[in-house]
C-alpha cells in the first residue's frame, strides 16, 4: 500500500508541475508546453534511472512525478488537431521534435547521470 500512496503523491506533485508549465507557456500556436515537458521528463527519467537504485525512491521519482509530469496524450491529441486543422507541417514538427528529441533528452540524462558518477 506505501507504494501505491508514492505513486499517488508523486504523480500528483508531477502533473500539478506540469499544468504549471503549460499556463505559464500557454498561449504559443505550436504546442511547446506539452514539448518542454516531455524533453524535460525524458532527460530527468535518463538521469533518475541511472543514478538511483531500483527502490521506492525510484518508484516516487520516475513512476510518480516523472509520470505525472510527462504527458503522451496531450502530444497525440495536439498533434491530431494539427492534422484535421490541415497544419501538416507543424504537426511533423511536432512529432518529430517529441520522438527524435525525448530520445536525445533521454541519452543526454544517462550520460550525465553517468558523468556524475
Known amino acids: 500500500m506505501t507504494r501505491f500512496l508514492l505513486v499517488a503523491l ?13 499556463l505559464l ?10 514539448l518542454t515537458v516531455n524533453l524535460l521528463g525524458s532527460l530527468l527519467i535518463g538521469l533518475t534511472m541511472e543514478l538511483v537504485a531500483a527502490t521506492d525512491l525510484r518508484l516516487f521519482l520516475v513512476t510518480g512525478i516523472l509520470g505525472g509530469f510527462t504527458t503522451y496524450s496531450a ?6 488537431q494539427m492534422l484535421r486543422s490541415g497544419m501538416w ?9 517529441t520522438l527524435f528529441g525525448c530520445l536525445v533528452a533521454g541519452f543526454a540524462g544517462v550520460m550525465l547521470a553517468r558523468l556524475v558518477r
Open 75 to 80: 502530444f497525440n491529441q495536439e498533434t491530431l
Open 25 to 34: 507557456l500557454a498561449g504559443a500556436t505550436f504546442p511547446i508546453w506539452t
Open 89 to 97: 507541417g507543424m504537426a511533423f514538427m511536432n512529432a518529430a521534435g
Open 10 to 22: 508523486g504523480g500528483a506533485l508531477g502533473s500539478t508541475a506540469r499544468y504549471s508549465v503549460a
